[in-house]
């Protein structure tokens, strides 16, 4: 197999790693509001699991508020349950025919806690992309078309792409962490 072939294989896998890194970071509020805490929320209507971003209108009336008009008013008690399971630390308010979500101001305490769960997300994507590498890496050795200076090469390369992703991850994880300590 070209190098070519292994460096789309490793683009591929990693760009997932990466954006169910940035999903992950999505879910963690920085105090303000932001529609991508809810979204992915999953409520049963009509015995389907549904994300609330397809049931509902989210916006934000507010900076610190977050307001979830669903499309179906009979499902409001359903999306407020679900909510509330998910433990977002807002206070959240049922008003009948609409979902008020409103974010206390956070705390320095809270902002440092918040900055320590974000490192194990941090590790944890820089180890899907090791695992990238690695699976990329045994296929390579596998190939018995190449010589042993290609391998080597390819090797390199592929380390070279896998230093690059990284530093995707630390730059997106900084302005995160930047956004967490940002009152």
Do not use: W
Request: without cysteine; aromatic residues 4%.
């Amino acid at each position: 197999m070209e190098l070519d072939l292994y460096l789309l294989d490793l683009e591929e896998k990693s760009t997932k790693v990466i954006n169910n890194f940035e999903k992950q970071l999505s879910k963690i509020s920085t105090g303000r509001a932001n529609p991508q805490l809810v979204s992915y929320i999953k409520v049963n209507y009509y015995d389907s699991l549904t994300p609330i971003e397809q049931l509902a209108s989210i916006s934000v009336p507010q900076a610190q508020q977050i307001l979830i008009k669903p499309f179906d008013i009979s499902i409001v008690k359903e999306m407020y349950s679900a909510i509330l399971e998910q433990n977002l630390s807002v206070q959240t308010t049922n008003e009948g025919h609409q979902i008020r979500l409103t974010f206390p101001p956070l705390t320095t305490e809270r902002r440092k806690e918040m900055v320590k769960n974000l490192s194990k997300l941090i590790e944890d994507a820089k180890v899907g992309i090791r695992l990238v590498r690695q699976d990329i890496n045994k296929e390579v050795k596998k190939d018995e078309e190449l010589t042993e200076d290609e391998v080597k090469k390819f090797l390199e390369n592929i380390q070279n792409q896998i230093d690059k992703k990284i530093d995707i991850i630390n730059k997106i994880a900084n302005e995160k962490e930047k956004d967490l300590m940002t009152i």
